[in-house]
């Protein structure tokens, strides 16, 4: 139900290093790296980071209380770090401290934790500590950060105060915890309204290193007296030379270009201005580049001196560490501080009618960077069925409260929005994609993570004439759902789902603690109660009871918010070809003009201030700085390599894979068919043949009506805790532990759900009919679809060109490569658009395809079936019989004989992976190409195969790259470059390596960065590499290993390493390799580079492509092979 994705510090990725057997946190999700943030400390945008949101949606777990509609009781919370701690009943007295003041004192049911409040009373700062039975421990410490501008202060500073601190001496002590600890999480992010530092790890030790490095650096940052950490993180002036231009850079500066790069952030950016035209909400917090060069130091240093004080903080703790020890730590920073009465309440912005209010009316139009081939487009309009990429989009906002709202009320509000736009089937959500307006419905919805709550919606993808059909669409929506209600059913679907996910309180590799911590701080950062952002039990019986007694609660509050609510503003955005130029020459002639104003010796000033800035940022830390920053040891490590409980067995033919694991009475289940018995071209269908599965509805069967998409979705939501339909694609790892050809590959497609324990039929019922009832026949939403995939894709592609360089650079090495750019890399954009015309001018044509597609999976060789079950002991045993009857129930295989046993005929035989290699790998070869799309920074990859299948790695080589990422390209990429992330990754499975960088104002520079990397390396000897950096190194490494898992992720990753035979004493062997690492690694993984023959692929605008071909040439070079993609 609930997917949360974080940019932690140590893997900001999200796609771990490539090591050869990633770590379980990595490989939970296997997430798109379309969405992820690069190696960068903050998840700031223009707005709260949606992950905000779905963990305080899905932060709540009851101890005892049955779920809505399956009538099953859930037992204690399951633990992803089981700890021995218990939590102390409320008979014992809590911990005192003769600095804190004792406020409060309760158990939080939902969640079988303690929490205990207090204020400290020199500083006045306050403290909640939760006493949980979780080893994965959290610290957090939160200040309100109200902007009154848009220069971006409070993203700077959360930047900027981890660069070193009054204790800790080094430049970057963060980079240095990245690199040698066991951190679970570790990062900033800014809100509109406040900014957060949390850390987390399940080692003691570890945990506190973290908590003082946090704590000093916010508290006492050296940014406050170093001017230089503001030009480097926030912006400066640039010139080498007399005669260069001016340039002007800054890691959150070209951070936040990126973002006004993307059309969906920039239209976020409009709504909430325009919502909240009089308080701080109606600032970017994030920065506007237009405004960002004004922010000075002397400003800089007033922002952290006015809120950065322990009285306008909120502090955390959580997990079973002791509480003692806490305050003792927190009273040793807080002490020197005397308590003051802080100006940072958050104003309200009145709820008011925006049409008499605005002199614009409430229709905003604004504008985004389209590129010359959408302008092209645009032209199309007109023609039939045309999804023009540069079309307008449109999105409806309202302000919702005032007040804040109460318990019932802000869970009644949460279940109207899944009602509303939780799901394909949800009614408004629904109305905008059916009415074939727009390709892909926006808005997402209620925001609540403020302290007023917002909702949205609307498309993009609209012509013209139909912008003024969309705003009426909405309101003629709300008005019928206002009058009629919602069907029962619906609530049903809705109310169980919500109440199902509030009930397992599982966070994926996100900690728990910190979902805790924001849900808390929802309400404790405006002086409201924090327990009231945790509990949920009372208002959620006071809901049921009203929905049972007749109260129409979903029609009132409709009107109440949506209809009769004047605080509302439609914002369209158009598309402009002209806007990326002109935004270009405005820079550029800007920046002359200033320059054209300097004295020869303001110039002079600026070019020493540039060496200046180059060379303290070129400095390396003396062995005095590093040696202030608290660490591990070796001798903190476990030398054992974490096992996960896998039981197999054959069972009617197929695999069954069994994990007992806490899992609070909860069944997850995962059915995997094999995909390789496909054709290699029809693999790029893979993607619409999963979406169509749950979305399409299921066609007539044997004693069974048809049913639509929305009686789907419903039964989906009512019956279990979520279905859901994805890949998953391996290399097979040979048995001698040598580099793989990435050539065998295990892909399958698997159903995933979950259900409570007692109804296990129910999960394998609906994943039955899904696979073999989906109605193929189903054009209209299947258009949808594809238009949605369509819009999406061409989105990402503009924010995050890294993960399709990515993509692109594996394509001609592997298999494994070659399908992944097939099927979501630039060359899917392009399979997308014939399916989208084959779906149009030759429907039976496609549905034949997805109907061959799912005989072949139903047929294909039952031993390549895996059903894969993670549960309690006793949940385990009660979905037997559901199992049983599943297997029995599929369509007959053909490798199962009469007597149910397996016949000559194997998965084996029947695989199509030999021509996968023939068809896929020759569609792709190694050459530098730079892809067009309209955007201000760059994305700029390079890599290629470093190891030849065959060849033998060590674990070392994880080491060396990971200290390459965080070291070396940190500092020359990120630091010296500007870019927000520069990275690297590596896969000892098949050997390619890679580097990338991310929204980066560099292009030919970053390549010339890449190339000095094996130099580097090369040069870390015995005299250079300090034996504290060579640990520093080995501990980080071990840390990617051994991140906490869920029970679900538990399971799936116990089935991964069987399905591409990762034997545990290959773990072992890696980890022990990763111990074992010396200096001479480094210095030998830098003779490797040194020989890479790699390729470039870059995503830039026209103009820095095509000025970097002209350099390129002058030099004699070959440039980049230009391709118009969007």
Known sequence: IIIVII????????????????????????PSLAITMSLARGASTLSTPSFVRRAMTNRRLSATTASASTGATLAAPAKSSPSTFKVPPMTVAPATHPAFELMRDEMVDEYGVRTTLYKHTKSGAEVLSVMAADENKVFGITFRTPPSDSTGVPHILEHSVLCGSRKFKSKEPFVELLKGSLQTFLNAFTYPDR????VASCNLKDFYNLVHVYLDAVLHPRAMVDPLVLKQEGWHYEIESPTDPLTLKGVVYNEMKGVYSSPDSLLAKVAQEELFPSNTYGVDSGGDPLNIPDLTFDGFKAFHGEFYHPSNSRVFFYGDDSVPQRLELLDSYLAEFDAIAPRSAVAIQPVEDMAATKTKGNRIVGRFPASDLQDQQQQAEGQEGAAVAGQHMVQVNWLLNEQPFTGKEQLAISLLDHLLMGTSAATLRKALTDSGLGNEVIGGGLSDELSQATFSAGLKGVKPEDVEKVEALVESVLTNFAANGPEASAVEASMNTVEFSLREFNTGSFPKGLS????????????????????????????????????????DLVRKLLLNNAHKVTVEMVPDSGLEKAQVAEETSRLAAIKAGMSPEDIETVIAETKKLKAAQARHDSPEELATIPSLGLEDLDPNQLELPNEVSMEHGATVLRHEVPSNGILYADVGFDLTTL?????????????????????????????????????????????????????????????????????????????????????????????????????????????????GMEASIVSAGHAYASTRLSAPHTTAGALGEVTGGVAYLAVLKDLLAQAENDFPALQLRLENMRDALLTSPRDSLVVNLSGDAAT???????????????????????????????????????????ELSSKFEAKDEGFVVPTQVNYVG???????????????????ARALRTGYLWDTVRVMGGAYGGFCRFSALTGTFSYLSYRDPNLLGTLDYYDGSSAFLQGQTEAVLTDEALAQAIIGAVGDLDGP????????????????????????????EILATTKQDFVAFGDKLASLQGNSVVFSSKQALEDANQALGEKQASGFELVELL
């Not at 900001?12 to 946190?25: D, G, I, K, M, V």
């Not at 900014?195 to 949390?198: Q, V």
């Not at 409201?528 to 029609?555: C, I, M, T, W, Y």
């Not at 390079?942 to 060396?960: C, F, H, Q, W």
Request: proline share 5%.
């Open 7 to 30: 940019n932690s510090g140590s893997d900001c990725e999200l796609a771990a290093y490539y090591n050869r057997y990633p770590s379980a946190r990595s490989m939970k999700v296997v």
């Open 195 to 198: 900014t957060c530092y949390p």
């Open 516 to 555: 805790f911590m924001l849900g808390a701080m929802s309400q404790w950062i405006y002086d409201r109660d924090p327990l009231d952002g945790l509990r949920f039990e009372e208002p959620l019986q006071e809901l049921k009871a009203d929905l049972a007694s007749g109260v129409p609660v979903f029609s």
């Open 679 to 791: 054709d290699a071209s029809e693999l790029p269908l893979v993607k619409l043949f999963s979406r169509c599965l749950t979305s399409t509805g299921l066609k007539k069967a044997a004693g069974e009506e048809a049913v639509d998409e929305v009686a789907l979705s419903r039964r989906i939501g009512s019956t279990t805790g979520g279905v859901g339909v994805s890949t998953f694609t391996g290399c097979v790892v040979p048995a001698d532990g040598s580099v793989a050809s990435g050539d065998e590959l295990v892909h399958k497609l698997f159903v995933r759900g979950k259900v409570v324990g007692s109804k296990p039929e129910a999960l394998f019922g609906v994943a039955l009919d899904l696979v073999t009832r989906a109605d193929f026949g189903n054009q209209k939403r299947i258009l949808e679809m594809l238009k949605e995939s369509k819009s």
């Open 876 to 918: 385990l045993a009660a979905c037997q019989p559901a199992v049983d009857h599943f297997l029995q129930a599929l369509p007959a295989a053909l490798s199962v004989d009469a007597s149910g046993g397996v016949s000559s005929s194997s998965s084996s035989s029947s695989s199509k992976l030999g021509s996968w290699k023939t």
């Open 942 to 960: 390079k890599g290629g195969r470093l190891y030849a299948p065959g060849e033998m790695i060590t674990g070392s080589a994880s080491v060396v």
């Open 1045 to 1072: 898992l869920g029970p679900d992720a538990k399971g799936f990753e116990a089935m991964r390493r069987w399905l591409v035979r990762e034997s545990p004493e290959m773990r072992k062997q890696w980890r022990s």
